[in-house]
């Protein structure tokens, strides 16, 4: 039922100094997670910066993520539209491009109440034949879905299997498993809550500080999946400085990209407004915790 777990990478999306997609870096980055040995990725979501690639960028980005990958490890893609028609036709475009799954947060602006939200989500299962992750976050949505809502999606649609948790709240992740049971496979999408979510039986964690040292992210998952409950958490207290820097500054898609070009991979050298590169006490800072994760 379901299948996926472990580790994935929510990937940054890489522009080169001419704000173009950075074909080659990123599929650089991928190689280098899946040796790392990353469980899964993720494309087209915020920390890929969605919002802010045109359509066709879009498309291009969804159809370079899922060549280069070439079946060697699930990926997600992000079909968020802003509208439940647009939804449906991203994820139709993603289904057809060959994605393991969907992964779509919900409506942003609209504030949809849950009888709209469930009949978003209800007409999209209707409308294409792929296994869905919903997205519940309401920092970047303004839209919260309820445990509650989220068993009763579970249980009346087959296809929807999967959430990823990114309400910040430790509690979210026990009443969503109390009330789905084995009918929904809860992922964690806080930087800072993996630990305690795989402890309360957390199938996955959709990292963006997994663009940095997947591996470490990785390890964190696989120690609890074999019971090292202590080497899991020794592990994770010392790669609890990242998770605060990149959740904790306010530039998660900064911090990571600087964080990638730290290390000698691909974050890439532009970004594209509003956003503002981190300063330099905050490259500073990153680098003194890269340094003290031993990765520089």
């Known amino acids: 039922m379901n299948q996926l777990k472990g580790v994935f990478t929510v990937l940054v999306t890489p522009f080169t100094w001419n704000d173009e997609l ?3 870096g990123l599929t650089t980055n991928i190689d280098w997670y899946i040796k790392e040995g990353i469980h ?4 087209s979501g915020g920390t890929g910066e969605f919002t802010a690639l045109s359509e066709e960028e879009r498309k291009r980005l969804i159809d370079i993520v899922i060549e280069q990958v070439n079946r060697r490890v699930p990926v997600l893609v992000g079909t968020c539209g802003c509208t439940t028609k647009d939804t449906i036709k991203w994820t139709q475009y993603a289904r057809d491009a060959g994605a393991d799954a969907a992964i779509i947060v919900h409506p942003y602006y609209h504030l949809p109440d849950d009888d709209e939200l ?3 989500y209800k007409r999209i299962t209707q409308a294409v034949d792929i ?3 919903i997205y ?11 445990p509650e809502l989220l068993a009763r999606l579970a249980k009346d649609f087959d296809k929807i299997s999967y959430v990823k948790e990114s309400s910040g709240s430790v509690k979210r992740v026990q009443d969503i498993i109390r009330l789905a049971g084995n009918e929904m ?11 305690e979510s795989f402890l309360l039986g957390a199938k996955g964690w959709i990292s963006a500080s997994a663009n940095i040292i997947p591996k470490k992210c990785s390890k964190l998952f696989e120690l609890v999946e074999k019971g090292d409950i202590a080497g899991a958490r020794d592990l994770w207290y010392k790669i609890l400085p990242l998770m ?6 306010g530039k998660l898609v900064q911090t990571v990209k600087k964080g990638l070009d730290l290390l000698g991979h691909v974050g890439g050298p532009s970004l594209r407004g509003p956003k503002l590169d981190l300063t330099k006490k905050q490259e500073e800072e990153l680098r003194k915790v890269l340094s003290g994760l031993g990765e520089i």
Request: with cysteine.
């Open 118 to 120: 469930y009949e978003h």
């Open 244 to 249: 605060n820097a990149v959740e904790g500054w």
């Open 185 to 195: 496979a809860v992922f964690c999408g806080d930087d800072l809550l993996p630990f």
């Open 136 to 146: 519940n976050n309401p920092f970047t949505t303004g839209v919260d879905a309820s």
């Open 22 to 24: 950075d074909k080659g």
């Open 40 to 43: 899964g990725l993720v494309c």
């Open 131 to 133: 296994p869905i992750m």
